[in-house]
Every structure is written in C-alpha cells, then in structure tokens.
C-alpha cells in the first residue's frame, strides 16, 4: 500500500511538474516576442533622438546586447542562489516591462542633454560617437540587463529537474526564439503600423508585465528548488527504438564528466566566434539582399523573421533529435561549425543568381495581390538563409550539453555561456559593417566568415577527437583547400548582377562599400547615367533627373529675394549644389548621411562642374532629420532633397516632426524646400501635403510639364508667397542661367513660373480628410512599401494634382508688363492643363486622348516647348527599349514595355505586331496586351481579328470591363446593336463609376441610373 501511495504521489508530481514546464515554454514564448517588440520600438524610439545612420544604429544595438550579455553574467550567477527562479523570472519581467513603459520620459530626457550637448559643443564625430554610447547605455543597459538574465535563470529552473540540462534550454532557447520570430513579424507587419511607435511599445510592455505577474504567481506556487542542483533521479528506461535493419538505437550514455576548465574556456571562445560568425552573416546577407527586395519596412522585417526562424527551428530540431544522443558535444559542435562555413560559402552563388531564382519563384506567387513582392521577399530570404540559420540554432542546445553535463552551478555556467555569444554577436555586427565590409567588401566579407566558421570547427574537433589523427587531418586539409580555393576563385563582382537588379542592362562603373550604405554609378546603354545607395536611384543624368536637379535648386533660390545661407539635405549629383555655387551663395551647407556620395561625385563632373570637393561648400556627415533636430543654426532657404520615402528611414524625412525642425532651422523669411516623387498613391500624397502644410500654412506646389515627370517640389513659408517677377525675370536673363535652363526646356520665365502647380488654398481641399504622417505614426513609410505598379500610382497622382491645379498669377508682383504677362501667363497655364491631360492619357494607355490634349496646349501656345520636350521623351524611351531589347532578347518584360511605349505613341503597326508575337508565345499576358492589341488590329482594318482577341481577353480575364466597353464600340459599328447593349452594360456592372463607360451607354440608349454615378 505505502509502495503504491508513493507511486501515485509521483505520478502525481511528474503530471505537475510536465504544467509546469508547458507554463514556462509559454511564457518564454511570450517573453521573446515583447522583447523582439520592445527593441524595435527602443530602436525606433533612439533612431529620432541619435539618427537614422547605421553607426547611431549600431550604437544602440551595441547597447543593448551588452546589457544582454552583463545581464546574462550576474543574474545566471544568481540563479543558483535562489528557491524560487521562476519567482525571479517573474519579478525581472516585471522590471523590464515597467522600465519600457518608463521609456519614452527617459528618452526624452536624453533628447534634450543630447541636443543641448550638440549645440554647446560642436562635438567632433568621435566625441560625439562616445556620447551617443554613453546615453544609449545609460537608456538600454537597464532593460536588456533584465532581459539577459531571464535564460540562466529560466534554464536553471527546467534543466535542474532534467537528465539532459542542455536539452531542456535548448526547447526554452528555441521557444523564446518562436517568441521573437512572432515579434518581429507583428512589429514589421501589424503594431508599428496599426498602433504607432508609442502604442507598440505600450503595448508589448503590457505585454511584458502581464508575463511577469503570471510567472511571479506560479513561481509562488511551484516547490522550492535547492541552492544548488540536486542530482535528478534516472528516468524509467525507454523502450529501444528500432533502426533500418533492426538493430536497436539507443541513446547516449550522458552521465557524462564535466568539461575541464580549459576545456569550457575555449568552447565559450568558440561560441563568441559562433556569435560573430551569425550576426556578421545578418549583415552581410542583409547587405546585398535589400538590392532585390529594396530597402522598404516590409523587406527588413521579412529577412529578419527569416533569419530568427531558422535559428528557432535549429534549435528545436537539435534539442528534440540530436542532444539526447550524443556523446562528444565537443565534436559535434565543430562538426556543426564546419557544416555552418560551408552553408554559409553555399549562400554566395545562391545570392549572385538571385535574380535568375526570383525570376522563376515570383510568378508562382501572384495570388499575393499587392503582398506579392513581400511573400517573395520571404521566399528569397529564405533561399539564402534557411540552411546556415539552421545549423546555428542547432549549436546552441549541442554547446549548453557540453557545458552543463554534470555541472552544479547551472545558472553560472548558462550564463557565462549566453554572455559569451552575446558579445560575439556585438562584434560581428560592428566589425562587419564597420571594419570589414569597407576594407574588403561584401563577398570578401562572408569568405571571411566562412574562413572562422572552418577554423573554429576544425579546432573543436582537433580539440574533442585528440586520439584520431586520421579524423583531425582528414578534417583540416580539405576544408583549409575549400577556404582557399574560395577566396581564390570567387571573382570580386560576384554580387554585381544582384547589385545591378534593377538597372539592367547597364553596366556598373563605379561602386563603393561603406558602413552608411553601398553607393553604385550605373552607365546605360544610351549614354545615361545613374547614382544609386543601397538599390536606391538619387540622381542622374537623363533628362527627367536633370529638370528635377536643376529645379529643386532653382526654383527656392529664384523666389527668395536675397538667399544668403542655404543647406540642401542630401547631396546627390552634386547638380543641386553646383547651381546654389553658380548663382553665388556665400554660405552652402551640405548636410549628407552616406560620405562616399561624394565620392561617386567625380562620375558627374560634367553636371556638377566639381562642387563634390568645392572647398566653399561645408559638409555635415550625419542624418539629415537628425541635423535638423539638433543644429540651432537659421539659413534662408533649406532644401530636403531626400528619396523615395517606401525606403526605410527616408520616408521619417516626410514627417509632420521633421518638417517642424526643418522650420526652426529658417532666418526670418525664409523658404523651405521638399523634393516629392510623384509616383507615389494619391492617398499617400495627401499626406505628405497634410504633414507639410500643417507646419507650413503657406506652401505651395511646383512641376514641370516637361516630359512625364515623376519628381515635385513642395515650397513653403510662415509668410504669404510673393514673387518679384522683375527680379527673376532678371536673375533669368543671366546667360548662364538662361542657357542652364534652356536645356531642361525652361526657356522664359513664364515657362519657369507655370511650374506652379497647385496654391495654399487648392492643397487645403486636397488634403482635407488626410491623415497626418509623425514619427510616432509613420504612416507613410508602410503604404509605400506596398507596391503597385508606378504606372498606376503617378497616373492616380497626377489626376488628383491637375483637378486642383491652381494658376501662380495671384502670387505674382512687379509685373513688367502687367496687361501682357498676366495674359502670357493665363495662356501657359491653359496650355499645360493639357499637357498634364495628355500626360495622364499616356500613362492609362490613351494614345488618342493623348494627341488630342497636345494638340490643344499647341492651340493655346504655338510652339509650346514642353509639347515638343514630351514627345521627344517618348520618342527617346522607344528608342532606348529597343537597344535594351537587342542586348538581352529574352527579357520579356522589356518588350512587352516597347510595345506599350509604341501602342502610346500610336505606332499601332510596329506595336501590334510586338503585342501578337508576346501572345503566341505565352498567353498568359496582363489584360493589357490583349486589349491593345485589339485596337492596334482594329485601326489597321482587322475588325474581325480585334473582335477575336478581345474575346480571348474575356475568356482569360471574366472580369476585365474594358474589353466588353470595346466590344460594344465594335458591335455598334456593324449594326449589332442587341450585342453592343448587352457588353456595355456589363462593362457598367464591372465598372459603375466609369464616366466613359456611362457615356457610351448613353450613346446606345442604355439607362444610365442615378446612383451609379461617380
């Protein structure tokens, strides 16, 4: 009876204790998503008071980890002074979500001594650099302390109780690792964007404290543990497993002996380089990844929930089927190192074909919609990641087996051993993008990387299998061979056609690695040439870049009356700042984030005329919004010459914050600038207005009618516009202006002032019900990196712009001939309506709207220069796709653009013929090419050919309005009338707010309802 009474009591306990150990995995799993959050909030948080450079960033991930590591250290000491650890675990999530909640008001106390430092100082960047440190670490070392010590002390709990300690932190690491795969991909994907900066972190440090309270009341709950690890009592033996063959697999004997002192020394020397190796390879991939899956929010959340995935699977993986047996942790863990080098060399060729893979993943992947690019951001992450990260999350449970076997101190010995990694990972990052990226570049870099994995996995072995000299050699020789044969072999632009992604077909002439991003020069076949950082075009040669180099300077420095001191935010070129030189400003500032822009500057001699080492011209190497925050200098005019805003960390130079520090930085006066593209949504772009205007009342819209611009102006002020036409009538009769201006078909100055676009009064009812994009609601920053064609967004823009369109006369004073120019510039104004009316008609695909509209603006102004410049435009786009498509034959998508560019331009033949030759090859064709087509046949006389293809477009796309509007136009024509009814109305069903389907039923006689009208 007392025999069975024992039974059942610990039965009992093993039901209890297996609650337990579920409970914990649970909350460990909950504990690495708020910790994941917390530190892209704290990141985002810290980006806006030190920058958003990779060195600010750096500084504060440096930061953290080693409050990580410290943490880690002492707690894991601790731990096995305890009886209650998960009580302890409890209380340090506490702390952690109470000092997360706590941040912002530290933060902001840091923001204020940081800029008072600033402007006191005038710090030099390395002292600057050490301040950065010390408030980063003074805001982060608290927190991530907390943090660090929850696995020694959560691992002390479970693996006390365990025969296999290493197996039980494993499951924990990997649980933990899950949790952070889940942080990373709500943050990326759902907080930031649907709570804020501020409500994400609130949120996760809810999170945390909700946590902490559970784990704190079920660590009151759960037996007291002794000081030090008692001996766990054998398990009931297993029945053997059965191998192939049906010999019996049994597992490893691990009753085994301690490691030795030098033994343990030189495993946590190896799991410090394991760290570095991993977080080195982040970078690195990191680096040459975002070329393809460009610099958006999305694509960095997407390679970091990758790379956490793997690591979490590894780990899982290793603790379930691989520590149980074995019985060399040792050997096993440099056999895991050496498997690791070798992934990771495997990973080179796989990233500099990534482009031919993606190619062939991304059409498998169009039920994605608009997240298409985002599931294929995963998948090739994943292509390049998975089997390295694998192998790194299986290390961890094989080290902490080695280390923990027959050790009673386990929390210590956890603990030294997490320490270790941790500052291993803080190297890696920093000398990866600090040291070795700029000495030897990306793939170099990894080689590098490789290289260590081989040698800390040789040494291991060498180390564990010290009887076999036959296992030692045949272990190091081939592998020294692969290390050197790799470096030998891999040629230095292994990465180019990755790097030169989207560029194609061009050829890279000049490319630079630096910490703040990878500038590169690319020349295209037409002669045209184009400066890129990190994927990202800034600036170039071809017409459009030109106008817009040339204006953004131009058109604040002409208005303002007496421009003396001027900074432009982002060098580019270097175009911008050669006119502020030419037009004779005293004092320019330079404010730049990536040095090596300046570098490339000498690829632009002949447009910058040598302003990239102009000794008159003061450079300022930081963030631009972080500049604007902390300088208390005041200019005339300051111009935002940023980039696309989809990319991360641009689109915060859009921000109402920004514009608001922009606005302290002008003298009484003075003008703000902000460059704009125009391919963006017209959602997104009310924003961006809403943003500026709330800080500027006064503002104003500039673009030119050009060509098909994709580039804006926003100009804004604390006074009412004035400008003195006399005075710039004068400023343009400088022959060098004039002729500077002249070559972007700007020749006067009334076509300089019908630049305007829109006026205060038309942007207020534009922007009326937009949201305002902050730093704490970076709105703006998630809708681009949602992409849709650029087509579609400028077409979507530039009809939202034109119907708000507003003449420049009102603002016009001092008049040379006031009867005359106001007439002249009533003329422009009409004329370029119409040209902005064709230019929408062109991007829908309207080749006859599009004639009919500059003929028109011809009609108004005779000659008009901006007709000529747009056809020309179109003309010299035709004849670039067809060089690029003689140099790769095989890109469809190049000819399928040709073909487009020549249906717009109504060379219907050579168009239909491209349109047909793209069909028969493969019929699965955007609607497009089937709809165009069938005008191309139907205007050169195949009525009956144009009918057959529209009806295979219905067969492939049911849903595609607009070839049952054309069906109906082509029944109607031959007397069907029934037929011609029956299409337009379905065509209205599919599309009811179509102005032009509602016209044509109009024309047949079909009722139009009321409440169908747009």
Known sequence: MAAGTRTLVEASMGVERRTFRAAVLLFFTASGATSLVLEVAWTRILGVVFGNTVLAASTVLTAFMLGLALGSAVLGRVADRVHRALLLYGCLEMGTGTLALLFPVFAAAVSQAYGWYFRAYNPSPTSLNLVRLAFSLALLVPPAFLMGGTLPVLGRHLAVWHREPGQEVGYLYGANTV????????????????????????????GALVVGVLAAALGLRAPAQAPTAPQP??????????????????????????????????????????????????????????????????????????????????????????????????????????????????SVPVLADLERLDARIAPHLAFGGVWQFVLTSFADAFLVMLPSTLLMGAVFPVVTAGCLRGEEALGRRLGHVYAANTVGCVLGSLLAGFVMLPLVGTHHSILVVVALNLAVGVALVWHGAARSAVLR???????????????????????????????QPSRISFIKESPAGTVTVHDLPNGERLISVDGVDVAGLDFMLRSTQKLQAYIPLLLHPNPRRVVQIGFGSGETARVGMELGIKDYTVVEICPAVFDAGRMFRQINHGSYQDPRIHRVIMDGKNWALLSNQKYDVVMNDSVFPGSSGSSAL????????????????????????????????????????????????????????????????????????????????????????????????????????????????????????????????FSCAIRIPWERRLWDTLIMLTQHRAPVTPYVVNLSDPPRDREELARRYRATTHIFRGQIAQLAGLPRVRGEELLAALREVPGD???????????????????????????????????????????????????????????NQPSTVYLHLAVCQFTGGD???????????????????????????????????????AHIQEAMRLRPDNPLYREHARLLGVRVNADRRG
């Open 179 to 206: 949790g952070g795969v889940a942080g990373s991909f709500l943050a990326g994907f759902v907080l930031l964007a649907a709570l804020g900066v501020h409500g994400t972190l609130v949120a996760a440090g809810c």
């Open 233 to 346: 009592q054998p398990e009931p033996p297993r029945r053997p497993k059965k191998r192939r063959g049906g010999a019996a697999f049994q597992p490893a004997d691990v009753a085994a002996q301690p490691l030795s002192p030098h033994t343990f020394r030189m495993v946590a020397l190896a799991f410090a380089i394991t760290g570095f190796c991993a977080m080195a390879c982040e970078v690195l991939w990191t680096r040459v990844l975002l070329f393809l899956l460009t610099t958006t929010v999305y694509a960095f959340a997407s390679m970091l929930t990758t790379f956490l995935t793997g690591i979490a699977l590894g780990s899982f993986m290793s603790a379930r089927f691989l520590v149980p047996r074995i019985r060399r942790p040792v050997v096993w863990f440099g056999a895991m190192e050496v498997l690791i080098g070798l992934s990771t060399l495997v």
């Open 473 to 503: 050699y045949g272990l190091a020789v081939p592998l020294a061979a692969v290390a050197v044969a790799a470096f030998a072999l891999t040629p230095a632009d292994v990465f180019y056609r990755v790097i030169n992604a989207y560029h």
């Open 654 to 781: 859009y921000t109402v914050d920004h514009f608001r520090n922009c606005r302290n930085r002008l003298a009484p006066g003075g003008l703000f600038s902000c460059w704009v593209p125009l391919d963006l949504r017209a959602s997104e772009m009310r924003m961006i207005l809403k943003s500026f205007q709330k800080v500027f009342p006064h503002t104003s819209f500039w673009v030119a009618s050009n060509c098909v611009n994709k580039h804006g102006l926003i100009l804004g002020s604390l006074q009412p516009l004035r400008i003195d036409f006399r005075r710039l009538q004068r400023m343009m009769a400088v022959p060098s202006v004039r002729s500077d201006l002249a070559e972007i078909a700007i020749p006067t100055v009334y076509d300089f002032l019908d630049c305007h676009m829109c006026d205060e009064r038309t942007i207020q009812a534009m922007v009326a019900d937009a949201p305002d994009n902050t730093d704490d609601r970076p709105r703006l920053e």
């Open 865 to 923: 220069v901006h007709v000529h410049s747009c056809q020309a435009e179109l003309l010299r786009e035709i004849g670039d796709l067809r060089q690029a498509c003689a140099m790769l034959p095989g890109v469809v998508e190049l000819r399928r653009r040709l073909a487009d560019k020549l249906y717009v331009a109504a060379q219907y033949q050579e168009a239909g013929e491209l349109y047909d030759e793209l069909l028969k090859a493969n019929p």
């Open 943 to 981: 009525a009956g050919g144009a009918e057959s293809t529209l009806a295979a477009c219905l067969k492939a796309y049911p849903q595609e309005a607009e070839a049952h509007d054309l069906l109906a136009g082509l029944c109607r024509r031959y007397g069907r009338l029934s037929e011609a009814k």
